[in-house]
């Protein structure tokens, strides 16, 4: 028996049941649906570090074809802004992909000093053929490492 206000009769067990399972089933849902939020918000995370490591290597590649590009000659400018964007793109590859950091990224960014440097320095020589050798070698072993890094197949 119940006595609310005055009013007595049979506990409205059904009513209470009700009412409890609706608590609980709101509870679970917007635990539920919090859940489902947070691993979508990891999702799109990973998606966009993907995207970024990406654009990175996009953008090495690009610096490394137009540094490869230049002319040997008097005037270093156009040596010098390739080189300039060669460092700027390898930074944004080594705080995106940090594993390449030491190994050939450090190396092929050696190899662009040396390039540029014998570029500017001189006209065509020896010396030159050398440091675009040098440097061929370095792009491919990093471009392979990029490759894997981003989950990409060999070519």
């Given amino acids: 028996m119940c006595n609310v206000r ?9 009513t209470l ?9 709101t509870g679970l849902g917007t635990w539920l649906n919090n859940r489902h939020g947070i691993k979508l918000a990891r999702l799109k995370d990973h998606l966009d570090r993907a995207q970024q490591r990406e654009n990175c290597c996009r953008d090495l590649i690009a ?15 156009p040596t010098q802004a390739a080189i300039a964007e060669f460092r700027r793109a390898a930074a944004g590859v080594q705080l ?3 594993e390449l950091a030491d190994g050939p990224l450090a190396a092929a960014l050696s190899a662009a000093e ?13 010396s030159t053929t050398e440091a675009e050798s040098a440097y061929d070698e370095a ?4 471009l392979a ?11």
């Fill in 96 to 98: 995106s992909i940090p």
């Fill in 6 to 14: 005055g009013v007595t009769g049979p506990v409205p067990w059904g």
């Fill in 63 to 77: 610096a490394s074809y137009a540094l490869r590009s230049t002319p040997t000659g008097i005037n270093p400018a």
């Fill in 145 to 155: 490492r990029m490759r894997s890094s981003l989950n990409l197949p060999s070519q």
């Fill in 17 to 25: 049941l009700g009412g409890g399972v609706g608590i609980v089933g």
């Fill in 139 to 142: 792009m491919a072993v990093l």
């Fill in 114 to 126: 040396n390039l540029a440097k014998s570029r500017t320095t001189a006209a065509w020589s020896a």
